[in-house]
């Protein structure tokens, strides 16, 4: 009697394991299994339709032809998107009523906190259509407590400065006004429901084609990489301000200065060794002599726009945006603190 009750309780033990397992199994996965982004190009992954990023040679190592990214292949999303487990969230202008389950990326190339020379939504405007789609209950309570935002934007903010105003004596009080823009922004998003929002510290810009070219591309100039690194100090201190105040810490930053510096030295280091290894400074895909951009086709059809002969070897694509390889390395980079994010 006494053993037939343990075999009974055995077999039913046996029935439950495969249920714990699965239990153990989706406790371990639970983190976020979606993921909303707002910012510009780094980030977009299909919203800007007459960009450069829907036109060839975009797309060309993934998914093999121009899909609306501004690189050859995956960019930061894609790469957050897999850490996460999911496929990358769709693109806002392509959203319909099957394929919103991963999230929606609302970024769009060229956009910034404030107004920039692209007549795009600023980060504002991204938000507003992320509190549409909560008004429409397109997602519940749960859904965005345990969802992951990526916030990418300022780049373009800090162009739109130096070109409008061609003097960096302000700059500095532009920085405060522009981190007081990311705050309030920061801010909105959290009160929408969001409790895991990550904010990228702003790339070395200094370090870009558009700027190293100044040098034949052999060096970044320091002083502007000083805007990131002014830039990102007030970031740190408002974000550090922002969770105190709230007691919790729903805001996480994602280093792109020292993930993007650091791989630029390694491959420098490399090239300097191997010299058919690519200059991590020079873009793969180059504008000509006449100063058209990568992707750029005349009124003859005739592309004004050089490529280099192995994207996988190059740290950018064009002017201001890493390769896939580029972003692959970056990722690699911050790998060992995306675990904090979620
Ligand atoms: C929704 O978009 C996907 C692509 O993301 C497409 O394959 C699918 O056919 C669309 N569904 C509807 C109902 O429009
Ligand atoms: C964002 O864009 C909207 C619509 O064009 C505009 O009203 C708003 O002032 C912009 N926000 C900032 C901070 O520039
Ligand atoms: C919220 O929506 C998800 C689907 O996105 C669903 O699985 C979940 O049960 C819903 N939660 C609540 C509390 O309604
Ligand atoms: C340029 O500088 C002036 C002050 O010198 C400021 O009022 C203006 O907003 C700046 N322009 C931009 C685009 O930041
Ligand atoms: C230099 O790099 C190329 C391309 O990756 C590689 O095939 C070659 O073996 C390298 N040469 C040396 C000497 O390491």
């Known amino acids: 009697m006494v053993k037939q009750n343990q075999s009974t309780i055995s077999f039913l033990l046996l029935l439950l394991l495969p249920l714990l397992l699965i239990l153990a199994i989706s406790t371990e996965v639970e983190g976020a299994n979606k993921l909303f ?20 040679p975009s797309g060309m190592t993934y998914p093999g032809a121009p899909a609306g990214r501004f690189c050859d292949g995956r960019v930061l999303t894609d790469y957050i998107a897999s850490f996460l487990k999911i496929d990358p969230p769709t693109p806002y202008s392509l959203k319909n009523s099957s394929n919103f389950q991963n999230g929606i990326n609302f970024a769009y ?3 910034g906190f404030f107004q920039t020379l692209v007549d795009g939504p600023n980060v504002s405007v991204q938000i507003s259509s992320f509190e549409q789609q909560i008004q429409q209950n397109v997602y519940n309570k749960s859904d965005l407590e345990t969802s992951l935002v990526l916030v990418n934007s300022g780049a373009n903010d800090y162009t739109t400065f130096a070109l409008k105003n061609m003097s960096f004596l302000e ?33 070395p810009i200094g370090c870009l084609p558009t700027i190293s070219v100044a040098t034949g591309f052999q060096n970044c100039i320091d002083l502007l990489n000083l805007v990131s690194t002014n830039h990102n100090k007030l970031i740190l201190q408002n974000v550090d301000d922002l969770n105190k105040e709230l007691g919790k810490s729903v805001f996480k930053t994602l280093d792109l200065y020292n993930s993007f510096l650091s791989t630029i030295q390694t491959m420098q280091k490399s ?69 904090q994010l979620i």
């Not at 707002?38 to 036109?55: A, I, L, P």
């Not at 922004?185 to 929408?192: E, F, G, K």
Request: include cysteine; glycine fraction near 8%.
């Open 109 to 111: 190339g060229g956009t």
């Open 271 to 339: 090239h300097a060794e191997n010299s058919t290894l690519m200059n991590p400074l020079e873009p793969c895909c180059a504008k000509d002599s006449a100063g058209f951009n990568c992707g750029k086709v005349d009124d003859k059809g005739q592309k004004r726009y050089t490529l280099c002969e192995k994207p996988e070897l190059s740290f950018f694509w064009d002017n201001v945006h890493p390769s896939q390889n580029g972003w692959n390395s970056v990722y690699t980079q911050l790998e060992s603190s995306l675990g």
């Open 37 to 56: 982004v707002f910012g510009d190009s780094y980030v977009d992954t299909g919203n800007f339709h007459n960009s450069g990023s829907y036109k060839p």
């Open 171 to 203: 700059i500095e009080k532009f920085t405060e006004s522009l981190v007081k823009e990311v705050v309030v922004n920061l801010r909105r998003i959290q009160s929408l429901g969001a409790e895991k929002i990550t904010l990228t510290l702003l790339q």
